[in-house]
């Protein structure tokens, strides 16, 4: 049942919190509970972004964000020519390559 709960609450959040905001992310991808969002706005606004949406639910949510690369549900996301590429996340510790 965890994931269905996930997914209402997930659901209700995309509705309620991210689609009422007045600047909105370029991209926002959700898998279950897991979210990818790209922001082409000033990191200022990015960060009150994320901590009125800390704000608004009674527990945090982790984030990290970055300019040029990151990983996201096994996928390497990075910039090149200010272009988004894709490729397969291979972790460090994995010993079948």
Same mark, same amino acid.
């Given at each position: @049942? /965890?994931?269905?709960?996930?997914? *209402?609450? @997930? &659901? #209700? *959040? $995309? =509705? !309620?919190? /991210? $689609?009422? =905001?007045? %600047?909105?992310?370029?991209?926002? %991808?959700?898998?279950?509970? $897991? ?10 606004? %990015?960060?009150?972004? *994320?901590?009125? #949406? ?5 527990? !945090? ?9 990151? =990983?996201?549900?096994? /996928?390497?996301?990075? %910039? ?6 894709? &490729? /397969?996340?291979?972790?460090? =510790?994995?010993?079948?390559?």
């Amino acid at each position: @049942m /965890v994931p269905s709960y996930d997914n *209402l609450f @997930m &659901g #209700l *959040l $995309d =509705t !309620k919190y /991210v $689609d009422s =905001t007045p %600047l909105q992310p370029f991209t926002w %991808l959700r898998y279950i509970d $897991d979210i990818f969002l790209i922001w082409t706005h000033r990191q200022e606004s %990015l960060e009150t972004f *994320l901590h009125k #949406l800390n704000c608004a639910f009674p527990f !945090k949510f982790n984030w990290s964000f970055t300019r040029k690369h990151t =990983t996201f549900l096994d /996928v390497d996301v990075w %910039l090149r020519n200010s272009k988004p590429e894709t &490729g /397969v996340h291979i972790k460090p =510790t994995n010993t079948i390559r």
